[in-house]
């Protein structure tokens, strides 16, 4: 069993930065593949970061050279640093584990949640 806690949401104006972090129990952390996924107001859940145990990451298109995930293996912690936000960047982020190596971008393929954290981006 992995429970996941995350924090470092908040009000930002456009442009800003923020840091989230995913707190991991379990000894097996880092052998899961990790996720950040976003979930706004009256859409569907979205992927945003992932992260391999090795260190590869992925990252959908709206984020990229914006976002950055990273992961402390010693620490069992996921990062995701946020910079230049955008209004649109506006939701309830959540961290995610998946017992397997591979990074995928589908919410069903994912067996542990946080209970989200809200960002919300002003203009």
């Known amino acids: 069993q992995v429970q996941l806690v995350e924090s470092g949401g908040g009000l930002v104006q456009a442009g800003g930065s923020l840091r989230l972090s995913c707190a991991a129990s379990?000894?097996?952390?880092?052998?899961?593949?990790m996720g950040w996924f976003r979930q706004a107001p009256g859409k569907e859940r979205e992927f945003v970061a992932g992260?391999?145990?090795?260190?590869?990451?992925y990252y959908a298109e709206p984020v990229k050279g914006r976002f950055s995930i990273s992961r402390d293996n010693a620490k069992n912690t996921v990062y995701l640093q946020m910079n230049s936000l955008k209004p649109e960047d506006t939701a309830v982020y959540y961290c995610?584990?998946?017992?397997?190596?591979?990074?995928?971008?589908?919410?069903?393929?994912?067996?542990?949640w946080g209970q989200g954290t809200q960002v919300t981006v002003s203009s």
């Open positions: 995610a584990a998946r017992r397997a190596i591979v990074v995928v971008t589908n919410t069903r393929d994912y067996d542990y």
């Open positions: 379990g000894r097996t952390f880092n052998s899961y593949a």
């Open positions: 992260i391999r145990w090795s260190g590869s990451t």
